[in-house]
């Protein structure tokens, strides 16, 4: 594979994580690097003062080996230029590590974290795509479609980080705006894509910049007359427990997890709280879950790029009472029974993508426990 910046003459070979330096004798600006991540179809871009600069394509690290190591002062402006609010520059120097999101003057967006390591300012930055996938692109199981017109519930979007998950919730979302006319709260940290209004309201809220916490966004949520409210992540039981709160006051919450799978999620829910207060929310989390979609991202076997595998388990009177009595194990069995209800294991997903051609049959075995 081959890159190549604007202000080169001819294209320098690029190699795979573990590779060596060939010749450095390039520097690359902010625009440059952006170009190249899109002409490439990158899905990140890392940079940092003292590193190499790399894209990851097709789920690879790619280092861009004509490019010299960035200097301090370059990295520092990189980093800067995307901070034009000064608040936002303080907080970073402050805090050594931000959130937020840039959108480059192509039109397409990103969602960056910058911090330190050592010292020296890094920066990983997330392409965020300008097409909006449907669920059905996306091969969401079609059961889902089913649970976005509900009027109160939790419904759960999980999976390892760089899985797609923010790809999912976008697009359940868009689904809402299309075919119904609601009220969207979103409390995002950052906010990743800016939904033009359909049959919807938006109300989209990035934390630090009109929230000052997730937790105050949750609690001001109840008296903005929302009728579906998304959370990027749940990261603690406070959290969690707002969540739970606005379920239980008539409303249907979307949220992420990093967890890979139902049970997965479900077990780092509870212990989320102190032994003494399991069992109260086992209870509730039961009494108000909708569903888990659980993803993964597989390489295809036959072109470049991954495809999403998907697990989704509904509660049903099974499942709510196997939550309720703790008996997690079960809950592979009872998703394997209930197929003809709409639920699906990830390894069942996986063996109809391999059955198709998508991905190859050995992809298949890393989702049998």
Known sequence: MEFSTQTQTDSSEVEKGDSQSTSKSS??????????????????????????????????????????????????????????????????????????SYNHKSGVSF?????????????????????????????????????????????L?????????????????????????????????????????????FSQREVGKDTLTVENALQSAVREDPNVIMVSDISDAKVLDDVLTLVETGHLVIASLSTKDSRQTIEKMINMYPQSQQKQIQ???????????????????????????FELLLNTENIRNIIKQDNLTQLRTAMQSSADEGMVTMDTYAYQLASQGIISQESVGRFID
Do not use: W
């Open 27 to 100: 520097t690359v600006t902010l625009d440059q690097l952006v170009s190249l991540a899109i002409e490439n179809d990158a899905s990140d871009i890392h940079f940092s003062e003292g590193s190499r600069v790399a894209l990851r394509v097709g789920g690879k690290i790619i280092f861009i080996e004509n490019i010299t190591s960035l200097s301090k002062d370059t990295a520092s402006k990189m980093v800067f230029s995307m901070l034009s609010d000064e608040v936002e520059q303080k907080r970073l120097k402050m805090l050594k590590e931000l959130d937020f």
């Open 157 to 201: 979007v999980c999976g390892p980080a760089g899985s797609g998950k923010s790809t999912s919730i976008q697009s359940m979302l868009e689904y809402v705006n299309q075919n119904f006319v609601k009220h969207i709260i979103t409390i995002e940290n950052p906010i990743e894509y800016i939904f033009e209004e359909k049959k919807c309201i």
């Open 111 to 155: 969602r960056v974290n910058a911090f330190y390591k050592q010292g020296r300012i890094s920066v990983v930055m997330r392409m965020i795509s300008k097409h909006l996938s449907s669920l059905d692109d996306l091969g969401i199981p079609e059961e889902v479609k089913k649970l976005l017109p509900m009027r109160e519930g939790l419904i």
């Open 283 to 309: 209870e509730r989390i039961a009494n108000n879950l909708i569903a888990i979609l659980s993803q993964d991202l597989i390489d295809k076997s036959e072109k470049p790029g991954r495809v999403a595998a």
